[in-house]
């Protein structure tokens, strides 16, 4: 078991090693969160008419840093978010009562919030062009690809 858990250790510090100078390898999952929340107040209050929310670009929203897609790029669920995601995820297994279901949990709720169809009917009313929306949209297929590589990874 301590074999396994240094092993573990060493990969991640590998793919930490491999991840240099690529933007948004020192994403971490908690922050990322914090802004989503910060983004979801935002939202809100231009529902409700306190505040006027135009998008346009994907920058505007706060989507984690997709894993790059060249051929030496580091593995999807290990870069930055995903990969502190996987981490996050494969601690919640261990250490709580029920941490396999908590962790399909979290999955789902990811999948549910970054869902490209679901991403696009959202703020379809604050993009400020369709373009924009696209750009948005295929921001968020990004990111469901890299969650579904760490769903693969954990094997859930």
Same mark, same amino acid.
């Given at each position: 078991?301590?074999?396994?858990?240094?092993?573990?250790?060493?990969?991640?510090?590998?793919? &930490?090693?491999?991840?240099?100078?690529?933007?948004?390898?020192?994403?971490?999952?908690?922050?990322?969160?914090?802004?989503? &929340?910060?983004?979801?107040?935002?939202?809100?209050?231009?529902?409700?008419?306190?505040?006027?929310?135009?998008?346009?670009?994907?920058?505007?929203?706060?989507?984690?840093?997709?894993?790059?897609?060249?051929?030496? &790029?580091?593995?999807?669920?290990?870069?930055?978010?995903?990969?502190?995601?996987?981490?996050?995820?494969?601690?919640?297994?261990?250490?709580?009562?029920?941490?396999?279901?908590?962790?399909?949990?979290?999955?789902?709720?990811?999948?549910?919030?970054?869902?490209?169809?679901?991403?696009?009917?959202?703020?379809?009313?604050?993009?400020?062009?369709?373009? &924009?929306?696209?750009?948005?949209?295929?921001?968020?297929?990004?990111?469901?690809?890299?969650?579904?590589?760490?769903?693969?990874?954990?094997?859930?």
């Amino acid at each position: 078991k301590q074999k396994k858990r240094r092993k573990e250790t060493n990969d991640m510090l590998s793919e &930490a090693m491999q991840q240099e100078g690529y933007p948004g390898c020192e994403e971490k999952f908690l922050p990322i969160e914090e802004e989503w &929340a910060r983004f979801e107040s935002l939202v809100m209050k231009h529902r409700m008419g306190d505040l006027q929310l135009r998008l346009r670009t994907s920058d505007d929203v706060p989507f984690p840093t997709p894993p790059p897609y060249e051929k030496n &790029a580091p593995k999807p669920e290990s870069f930055g978010y995903f990969g502190d995601l996987r981490a996050t995820l494969i601690r919640m297994r261990r250490v709580e009562t029920n941490g396999e279901r908590q962790a399909k949990r979290v999955l789902r709720t990811l999948y549910l919030r970054f869902h490209p169809d679901k991403i696009r009917a959202r703020l379809r009313p604050f993009a400020h062009s369709d373009a &924009a929306l696209d750009q948005i949209t295929e921001h968020a297929k990004a990111v469901t690809q890299a969650l579904t590589a760490v769903k693969t990874f954990l094997k859930l």
